[in-house]
């Protein structure tokens, strides 16, 4: 390829949580979506991914970070694209006498409207890439899973990521039927939150929400021989504001759980109500298929095949199935019509 290969070309999944690049088939840029911005020029970035979430929720009246992306849609438009060229930069993409021309397919929801597309597309290009397509999620995550989604066959992905839950059933290389939930793995962290609020009166923050979810997040309240131990729990009293830690245990997270993952397991089922008879019969034979970073959740797939009464199987590397799907697209951009 040498100096004087003049295309650059990425993979992108460009998720609520994390953002990652693909490049030549490998993993580059595996980072949190957050930029840490200066308050007052607002064009200024102080810090991208890693170093940026390590900034979020400790910061001082100069710097503000922000998740450009809300529901797996940009909701910070600016945030968005400097968090892009951040991300894009870190991709050495070595010394060459003239800049190249980034060509990238990124993955969207699969519920995203006409203006959302436009918005990816726009921060993208502000962001130096000439040529950028679009992928829906739930077709990039079965690419990465290893479905042919080509095949005159029906499967259906269950991609639950930070934003959004996206539930598609693909054949014959198109997406026959489409559910895009805005309930994910950041409604999870909430309903932590506020249950440690209202059930303990402790105070926890996004990031330590997230721990707990990682550390004793369930969607069984019987776990068996996998169950995990109790997780200590630190901070200050509301009311109080002295110190406090408290020992929460899976069944208990569990319980906070339930609303959020009934959401989903109607939007499921919802999506099945629509299928056609014959797709249904494929379902029922080759199971359903889990990604995203939610798909982690303890005991989700047992539950859900409980509830649902078709096997569920959880991906091999879930939270990187869309960003795997998005390079496979990427190496047969001419073949694929349903990149857009």
């Known amino acids: 390829m040498g100096w004087f290969s003049l295309t650059k070309e990425f993979a992108m ?8 690049i693909i490049h030549n088939g490998n993993i580059v840029v ?23 979430k390590l900034m979020h929720e400790k910061t001082n009246d100069k710097i503000r970070t922000v998740r450009p992306l809300r529901d797996g ?21 070595g010394h060459s006498l003239f800049s190249p021309t980034l060509k990238m397919v990124i993955g969207v929801p699969s519920g995203s409207t006409e203006v959302e597309l436009r918005a990816v597309r726009d921060s993208a290009q502000k962001a130096g890439v000439r040529e950028a397509y679009l992928i ?21 992905v269950v991609d639950i990521g930070g934003g959004s839950t996206e539930i598609a059933v693909i054949s014959l290389g198109g997406i026959v039927v489409n559910k895009s939930q805005r309930v994910a793995g950041d409604d ?27 550390h004793v997040g369930s969607a069984l309240t019987e776990l068996g021989e996998d169950a995990p ?9 509301r009311i109080t504001a002295l110190p406090m830690e408290v020992p929460v245990c899976y069944q208990e997270i569990a319980h906070c ?3 959020t993952i009934g959401k989903i397991e109607t939007a499921i089922l919802q999506a099945l109500e629509e299928t056609p008879p014959e797709l249904y019969a494929d379902i029922v034979k080759n199971g359903i298929w889990l990604s995203g970073g939610g798909a982690q959740l303890r005991g ?40 857009m």
């Open 300 to 339: 989700l797939d047992k539950r859900l095949t409980e509830k649902i009464n078709i096997p569920f199987h959880v991906a091999e590397n879930p939270l990187h199935c869309v960003a795997k799907g998005t390079g496979e697209a990427l190496k047969h951009i001419n073949e694929f019509s349903f990149l």
């Open 73 to 93: 849609v940009i909701a910070d438009f600016n945030a968005c694209e400097l968090m892009i060229r951040g991300l894009i930069n870190m991709v050495h993409t």
């Open 13 to 20: 999944d460009l998720g609520t949580a994390n953002t990652i």
């Open 136 to 156: 829906y999620e739930p077709m990039a995550a079965a690419l990465g899973i290893g479905l042919d989604v080509l095949a005159p066959e029906g499967n259906m």
């Open 30 to 52: 595996d980072e949190p979506s957050v930029v840490a911005l200066d308050v007052i020029d607002s064009k200024k970035m102080i810090a991208v991914g890693s170093r940026a």
């Open 257 to 259: 759980l339930e609303k």
């Open 188 to 214: 999870l962290t909430w309903d932590i939150q506020e249950h440690m609020s209202r059930q303990h009166n402790l105070k926890v923050s996004e990031r330590m929400a997230e721990r707990i979810k990682i």
């Open 229 to 237: 131990e109790d997780y200590i729990v630190h901070g200050p009293n």
